[in-house]
């Protein structure tokens, strides 16, 4: 079978979830994501942006294998690696992952750094030597450009920005092809973001990572994505080049997200119009 050109193949991707009615005991199908198709390449920030409730995260966790899907299936490098009966196996899921909104605050409090660091080579790569692991741990620190010195430390005994860049050196330390981030900047200061914004550019030349983009704001999705996703209502409904979607919307949704986000912060909206990726096709629903 030939090799497919896309690193990652979603179609027709949908998650439901049975939730109670308000009142009784009766329940009904929620499809907080529905008819998901998507091709993305090696080397794309992917953005998805979207209110509230829209979606974003499910689809996220059913790409990264964390959320099983209803229907459709995901493709990595061609290859089913999830669907309704397919559950992403382990070999696979170290290839994607997914970081939730602040990496750091997933670290064990009562585990130094190091052990915390270990931890999922040993699961990952269980026949690997303690001092390898110490290597490839101790490398990936230094590109987060932290001390090795810390890794003696506690998550209580170093900064709020050393913590989230040790959290996100446990996630890259597996060597994943894709990395899904969901808010990555949230609840962050505009100088904080842009530190954060940075870094995540800096890795992915250095690892050639491919990034997925979650985010509720589009104006930071457009300053680092080069192809951007629209998602309203469970249903992606426009995709394209992020200097096309900025440009020309043609989804009414796409146009409200925007004319909202000039209103709050416009010169960071505009100043994220210059010449991107601007190549592929693009289409909405
Ligand atoms: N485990 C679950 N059980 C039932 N409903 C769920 C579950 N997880 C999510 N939902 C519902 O699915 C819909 C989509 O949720 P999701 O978290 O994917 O949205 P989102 O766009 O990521 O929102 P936010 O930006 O607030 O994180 C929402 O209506 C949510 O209430």
Redesign the pocket.
Known sequence: MSESPNLLEINNLGCD???RERLGWRRRV?R??DRVDLTISNGDIFGIV????????????AIAGIQRPTRGAVRLSGKVVSSVDIRLPKSVSAQMQYVYQDPGASLDPRWTLRRSLHEPLVIHSPRSSASDRENSVRKMVTAMGLSPGLLDRFPHEVSGGQLRRMGLARVLVLAPKIVIF??PTAGLDVLVQATVLGLMRDLLDQFKLTYIL?S?DIAVVSSICNRLAV?YG?NLVEIGPTTQVLKEPLHPYTRSLLASSLQIGGSRLTDSLEPLNTTAPRGTR
């Open positions: 979830f049975s939730i929620l907080a994501v979207g209110e509230t409730g829209s979606g974003k995260t499910t689809l996220g966790k969901d808010e979650i509720h998602m469970g």
